[in-house]
């Protein structure tokens, strides 16, 4: 069955400006997190959604948001971008708490 | 303050070698640990373990979990070039509904021919 799919794959946008990424889970999944990949940080949770409700936040500021639709896709959106964000930023699906998360292949941002 | 510890960051071998990656982690509300490989792109599932001294092993790759010291390890035998690459673990708290993933830095294994 397909696997974690995020699109779009690379943007490239400038400061000040908003982005919109979409993660589409594995068919049946309904748990899907979010995380920012840096050089200097590594990977650090940003938020989980599990049936169109935030269960639990990481540790960044309000501009990064998302939400959940009723068919388990999920969007996440930065407003006021700032160089600092530039990453790679992973999505991961998985059916319980009790089983492992699927990456998607991420989708690389870049603030010029 | 939550933290997963791998060790070492960065390990060069010759094809054929044997290797151990470490991973420490202080999660207040364990759950399970996970291992993943990671490329170029996204990170792939290895192992989940959620139970002590109970061995996974997968091909030429193994890992283990001690949930009394904190750590696990993940053993490569005979190492290829295919297995260059990022080695994650990562510890699940128990705390959310799907579970929270604590990373590590992770391990960057280089396998020259």
């Known amino acids: 069955k397909a696997g974690v799919t995020q699109t779009p794959r690379y943007l490239i946008k400038t400061r000040g400006q908003q982005v919109t990424l979409s993660c589409s889970p594995i068919s049946g999944h309904r748990s899907v997190s979010w995380y920012q990949q840096t050089p200097g940080q590594g990977l650090q949770f940003l938020f989980e959604?599990?049936?169109?409700?935030?269960?639990n936040k990481g540790n960044f500021p309000g501009r990064f948001s998302g939400r959940q639709f009723s068919n388990s896709r999920s969007e996440m959106n930065v407003s006021t971008l700032e160089l600092g964000d530039s990453a790679l930023y992973l999505c991961a699906s998985s059916f319980t708490g009790d089983q492992p998360q699927h990456f998607g292949d991420g989708t690389r941002l870049s603030i010029l | 303050e939550d933290k997963v510890v791998q060790s070492p960051l960065s390990l060069v071998v010759h094809e054929g070698d044997t290797v151990t990656l470490n991973c420490s982690y202080e999660v207040t509300n364990f759950r399970s640990l996970l291992w993943y490989k990671q490329e170029k792109k996204a990170p792939t599932f290895l192992f989940m373990l959620?139970?002590?001294?109970i061995e996974k092993k997968s091909g030429r790759l193994s890992s283990i979990l001690d949930k009394k010291e904190l750590f696990s390890i993940l053993n490569i035998t005979a190492t290829q070039t295919g297995d260059s690459a990022i080695y994650l673990c990562a510890a699940v708290d128990r705390g959310s509904t799907l579970g929270r993933l604590y990373f590590g830095r992770g391990t960057q294994l280089t396998v020259w021919p």
């Open positions: 959604y599990f049936s169109e409700t935030q269960r």
């Open positions: 959620t139970s002590s001294g």
